[in-house]
């Protein structure tokens, strides 16, 4: 059933790991059911041939850090019909925007931003790497003009689905009271805490997160914890800006 | 009827019982007890913690596809604590006009005795008393054990085996004692919102919202229909567990948020599980298995706070604090 034409879409990368375009290759299987419904025009780490756009669908992975990233993530932005961010470089800033804190005399180049902070965007797909699944679920709600949404509580809800025991509780640090879900508590379900790559929930409280933190880890590491992948506070107080 | 069994009994009963019926069971799998359907009786675990997830795993499972689900068979529920038996009426009353559920008549309850944990709080809501099972199993000395059947389904599936001996006049142990005085002003302290305004903010002020009570709540049933665009071009609609901490559970069209701070959703919460749920099934939407408070990362405890609105639960539970 297609009454649709396909869509067409355009993979880019700015810097960062590239992981996240790894990821929407790792099942060969789904990529081309997607392939299907999607004419892929410009991959570069997965075909040849790349064309300009205009597209219908843009994906962007990473941060602008040179002039030419900066003009080529406009030219995305003029020539997509839809922008998706995708990964937490793009969607937070990532692990390179430690660099911001850092002392200014330590390091000649700019302060590290999100794509969010550079042009406007129209759908997140977070996560340290995204999940394929997700991107291709927002994908084909894209194809059939559905808008796509992002989970909406925070990942505890799906670590109790999980039947994980509360790593708080034990005395581990985790971030995931105030971490958007969507991810299926991955790390928590390999023992490992939750690092926020998915950003901040709606609601997510940064002062009470540090204050059920305190007995565990002291406050400069749980202000280190809550902003490996980038500025939480930003994009949350970003998000609560846009929504009034 | 009470039947005195040994360990190799034990056995054979739950053996009996996954013969007959599609049978879950309290089991060890990869280092965490939860309720599973039983393949071995090797890594049963009946006289268990409570797990983490109850039996609304099993009847009312997440990411189900709609009309998908077998309204027919036959499911035994074997190692069940007693309030998870009386959360399980509850359950099967909310859901008795809707095909979501199984009928109790489908479904075999076999509870065990339960050690009560510092958590725990199931006599303040009448959720001890012995009542509700099929079969009940008991730890007695050494390895004997006691099954008491309350129906003529246990009765006939302990009559298939050997039994040492039976008894017809004897009662369980009881769980907890207490008096069947269940009358609480809960009710009309938790409708009056305005008066108690300071209270619920500072207990929202201690909560995430982040809904891990909601999914560990054997009485928390609120779901969305979920629709999923799947990559081979196939639809479906899926039943989700949804939780009233969730923006998208009051948020209208227009981004018009019915319940829009912290606030309103944990009041809500309590709300429904004890003021509209009584009225609507007679009961409150809490049987005390203390599973919220074991999963809340704010460390938020729903004993403190009933015991904070109502002086008579209050009395009790930190009176049961002291005698044990």
Redesign the interface.
């Known amino acids: ?2 009454p649709y034409p396909k869509k067409t879409l355009g993979i880019y990368s700015l810097t960062c790991c590239e992981g996240c375009q790894f990821e929407i290759l790792k099942d060969y299987d ?1 990529f081309s ?2 392939l ?1 419904y999607y004419d892929v025009r410009n991959f570069r780490l997965g075909q040849e041939e790349n064309l300009p756009g205009p597209f219908d669908v843009s994906l962007v992975e990473g941060t602008p850090e040179s002039k030419e990233e900066y003009t080529l993530l406009r030219e995305i932005r003029k020539t997509s019909a839809i922008v998706i961010v995708i990964g937490s470089c793009a969607h937070l800033g990532g692990i390179q925007s430690e660099r911001n804190s850092l002392p200014k005399k330590m390091t000649l180049a700019k302060d590290v931003v999100s794509i969010p902070e550079v042009i406007n965007t129209d759908f997140i797909v977070p996560g340290c790497p995204i999940s394929h699944k997700e991107l ?2 927002f994908l ?2 894209i ?2 003009n ?1 808008v796509p ?1 992002l989970h ?10 999980n ?4 790593l ?2 034990e005395g581990k640090p ?1 971030l ?3 971490t958007r879900g969507g991810c299926d508590s991955i790390c928590v379900n390999g023992g490992e805490a939750c690092y926020g790559c998915r950003g901040a ?5 940064f002062a ?2 540090k204050e ?1 933190l305190k007995p565990i880890i002291s406050d400069e590491d749980s202000t280190n914890m809550m902003t490996i992948y980038g500025d939480y506070e930003c994009e949350w107080k970003r998000r609560t800006d846009e ?1 009034k | 009827m009470k039947y005195d069994i040994n360990k190799h009994q034990l056995g054979k009963l739950v053996g009996t019982i996954t013969g007959k019926y599609q049978t879950f069971a309290p089991q060890e799998i990869g280092g ?1 007890v ?1 309720l599973a359907e039983v393949k071995t009786l090797s890594n049963l675990r009946l006289f268990s913690r409570p ?3 109850p039996f609304k795993k099993i009847l009312f499972p ?1 990411r189900v596809e709609f009309g998908k689900a077998d309204g027919t068979k036959s499911i035994a529920l074997v190692g069940l604590h007693v309030c998870d038996v009386h959360a399980l009426h509850i359950f099967l009353r909310q859901f008795v006009d809707s095909k979501l559920v199984l009928r109790r008549d489908n479904i075999l309850i076999v509870a065990s005795e339960c050690e009560p944990d510092i958590n725990c709080f199931c006599e303040v809501f009448g959720a001890n008393r012995l009542d509700g099972f099929d079969i009940y199993l008991q730890k007695e000395e050494g390895d004997k054990y006691s099954a008491y059947t309350n129906s003529q389904t246990g009765e006939d599936i302990l009559d298939e085996i050997d039994i040492i001996s039976a008894e017809e006049q004897s009662n369980p142990r009881p769980i907890k004692h207490d008096d069947d005085d269940f009358e609480y002003s809960l009710e009309d302290t938790i409708s009056r919102r305005a008066d108690f305004e300071d209270f619920w903010q500072r207990i929202a ?2 909560c ?5 009570c ?3 709540c054997p009485l928390c049933f609120c779901f969305r229909q979920e ?7 196939s ?1 479906k609609i899926c039943l989700k ?1 949804d ?1 009233c ?4 559970f009051s948020e209208i069209q227009n ?1 018009n948020d019915l319940r829009p701070e ?1 606030v309103d959703r944990i009041y809500n919460w309590y709300h429904h599980k004890f003021v509209r749920g009584k009225r609507e099934l007679g009961r409150f939407l809490c049987v005390g298995c203390g599973r919220c408070i ?6 938020l405890n729903i004993k403190n706070i009933l015991s904070a609105l109502d002086e008579k639960i209050e009395r009790r539970i930190n009176g049961g604090n002291k005698n044990s």
Do not use: H
């Not at chain 1, 909406?152 to 109790?160: G, I, K, P, S, Y």
């Open positions: 059933m297609k789904d059911q997607l299907k291709f679920a084909m709600d194809y059939w559905k949404t909406d509580l925070a990942v505890c809800f799906e670590c109790r689905q039947e994980n025991q509360c708080l509780k985790c995931g009271p105030i929930t709606d609601q997510a409280d009470k997160m059920i929504g | 965490k939860v797990t983490v997830l997440d002020n201690n995430f919202g982040c809904g891990a909601t999914a560990v629709y999923k665009n799947n990559i081979d071009g639809s567990w939780s901490f969730a923006k998208g981004r912290n074991v999963a809340c990362p704010a460390n």
